[in-house]
């Protein structure tokens, strides 16, 4: 009998381990993913999250690649997030299991050899694809995803005044930001940034279509202008089209610009505590942060506006508007007809007083 109880509580311990392992073994390849929202749980109170399959194929130019780098990108609350990676079979099939609930990108990426008959000894060319799949936790899911060819960033840095250290750019890189949530998704799973060589140049080569700002990060200098296919794009977006060759070049300078003056009313009085508008002259330009500043004059009607990228501007009081109305679109086009207009650039520093007129 005591030979038998033994038995018991012996089979009872591993069962309750078994349990306790089964529980709270990771996922392989899969980050843990608990939280605090409602739902079942577990008898350690950590919330089980549905799970499922997502599957489906990769193809390029109309038929099966058998050679593509496939990941799952998550969205939620808590921004995007790499969930899992998978290698496509020979027939382009792909499949990621114990998928929770929610909305993904699924982000595929394929080298391909330039010249077929040398593989691997040559040049390869970049092609991306990137789908939305939604996982409701409970019914296997498919996507396909289609391959194009990426796309190609080229371009130069210079600095004003220039610099004398011929290793003055290895401090610099030029990055891309994604502008909406593919592209943010498909930055997660690929490098989008270059280093500067000694000459300014710079090459961004595996870009998968879509929308982007472009930047530069430096630990001395300011960054000036963006110009992407000719067009002044500093902190605006740009659209990647598959394939696209865009040049694109970067401003520094190492003086930012100041623009300052006097605020005063018809009497030429100074208006202290006043709200004063910089902002450019293209309405397209208007959206762009550093380009737009808007402060208060001090107690003797000044102002100043400092590290405004050069270009033209517009100087205007805003009396009068609401904050829920401060940069919107209505909001710049009411002060333009009033402004002063302005031009600087260089690290100058000008002044220029700005008057109002009640009723203007």
């Known amino acids: 009998m005591k030979l038998f109880l033994a038995g018991l509580a012996c089979a009872v311990l591993l069962g309750v381990g078994w349990a306790y392992w089964a529980i709270n073994r990771p996922a392989i390849g899969l980050p843990q993913t608990w939280s605090a929202s409602s739902g079942p749980r577990d008898p350690f109170g950590r919330l089980f999250e549905p799970s499922t399959t997502l599957s489906g194929f ?5 038929g099966v690649t058998h050679s593509a780098h496939v990941d799952l990108v998550r969205i939620n609350q808590n921004g995007l997030s790499r969930w899992a990676s998978d290698e496509v079979l020979g027939d382009g099939r792909f499949t990621f299991s114990r998928v929770p609930a929610d909305r993904y990108f699924v982000i595929a990426h394929s080298e391909v050899d330039v010249d ?12 991306f694809g990137i789908a939305e799949a939604t996982s409701d936790g409970e019914h296997p899911g498919r996507v396909g995803v289609a391959l194009y060819p990426g796309g190609t960033l080229a371009g130069h840095v210079r600095v004003a005044p220039a610099p004398d250290d011929p290793n003055a750019f290895d401090a610099v890189t030029v ?63 740009f659209q990647v089209d598959h394939g696209q060759q865009i040049p694109t070049s970067i401003a520094l300078t190492a003086r930012p610009n100041v623009l ?101």
Do not use: C, K
């Open 58 to 62: 990769v193809r390029m130019a109309g």
């Open 260 to 360: 300052g003056g006097t605020l005063r009313n018809a009497a030429g009085q100074a208006m202290p505590f006043t709200l004063v508008a910089a902002f450019s002259p293209e309405a397209d330009q208007r959206s762009a942060a550093r380009r737009t500043q808007l402060l208060r004059t001090d107690a003797a009607g000044a102002f100043r506006f400092s590290g405004l990228p050069s270009g033209e501007y517009l100087i205007a009081p805003a009396v009068g508007f609401d904050p829920p109305s401060w940069r919107t679109a209505s909001f710049f086009e009411r002060l333009a007809p009033s402004a002063v207009r302005v031009s600087i650039g260089g690290g100058a520093e000008v002044t220029r007083d700005v008057q109002w007129h009640a009723g203007r």
């Open 175 to 237: 990055s891309l930001l994604g502008a909406d949530d593919a592209s943010r998704a498909a930055l997660v799973t690929i490098d989008g940034s270059a280093s500067v060589a000694p000459d300014g140049q710079f090459l961004i080569d595996a870009v998968p279509a879509g929308r982007y700002t472009l930047g530069a990060t430096t630990p001395s200098w300011t960054l000036d202008s963006v110009s992407v296919a000719n067009r002044e794009r500093l902190d605006l977006p």
């Open 116 to 127: 077929p008959m040398r593989p691997g000894e040559g040049p390869t060319r970049h092609y």
